[in-house]
T-cell receptor
Framework: LAKTTQPISMDSYEGQEVNITCSHN???????ITWYQQFPSQGPRFIIQ???TKVTNEVASLFIPADRKSSTLSLPRVSLSDTAVYYC??????????FGAGTTVTVRA | DAGVIQSPRHEVTEMGQEVTLRCKPI?????LFWYRQTMMRGLELLIY????????DSGMPEDRFSAKMPNASFSTLKIQPSEPRDSAVYFC?????????FGPGTRLTVL
């Protein structure tokens, strides 16, 4: 499993864009990049997944440069309810996900 | 669909007792996962099943832990005997493709 490194915490304000960068220098050719969100007292929830370039859904965007050694999760116009822990995971389709410490995002009014 | 269902939501027991955690995956999902989450170690994968067959149990901490999946709609994680260091939140998740759907978790406290 590729090791990932992401910031421990980030602070933001309502309405701002939040960008969380994850480093995964030893990503393998078959690996996908997946982000999960976890609220207190709940299980993680899938946000977005990508392999290369850019992926966008109704919740977030995922930017992956050509070398795929890092990725950036972008949350547009965050609200207080986006306060959560965000996990970056790298893996292939063997279903073994390795959750690191994640990034605690705190959104303030 | 009700999502992944776990029971009980909270369990308080004394050291040495047997604990059984239960999980009902989302209907149609063929993968089932058991995770443990603590402040110290974060979220750890314990074991996962595919079509009711255990595929990888390398994350199971020791022989006191066992997991079964007798059919596609039910799985258990048993700890016998339980120890205080087993206190954690235990999550069950299921998936059909890449996305895993997590249950609400069982908060276990071993006194």
């Amino acid at each position: 499993l590729a090791k990932t490194t992401q910031p421990i915490s980030m602070d933001s304000y309502e309405g701002q864009e939040v960008n969380i960068t994850c480093s995964h220098n030893n990503i393998a050719t078959n690996d996908y990049i997946t982000w999960y969100q976890q609220f207190p007292s709940q299980g993680p929830r899938f946000i977005i997944q990508g392999y290369k370039t850019k992926v966008t859904n109704e919740v977030a965007s995922l930017f992956i440069p050509a070398d795929r050694k890092s990725s950036t999760l972008s949350l547009p116009r965050v609200s207080l309810s986006d306060t959560a822990v965000y996990y970056c995971l790298v893996g292939s389709n063997d279903y073994k996900l390795s959750f690191g410490a994640g990034t605690t995002v705190t959104v303030r009014a | 669909d009700a999502g992944v269902i776990q029971s009980p939501r909270h369990e308080v027991t004394e050291m040495g007792q047997e604990v059984t955690l239960r999980c009902k995956p989302i209907s149609g999902h063929d993968y089932l996962f058991w995770y443990r989450q603590t402040m110290m170690r974060g979220l750890e994968l314990l074991i996962y099943f595919n079509n009711n067959v255990p595929i990888d149990d390398s994350g199971m901490p020791e022989d006191r832990f066992s997991a079964k999946m007798p059919n596609a709609s039910f799985s258990t994680l048993k700890i016998q005997p339980s120890e205080p260091r087993d206190s954690a939140v235990y999550f069950c998740a299921s998936s059909l493709l890449d996305e895993q759907f997590f249950g609400p978790g069982t908060r276990l406290t071993v006194l």
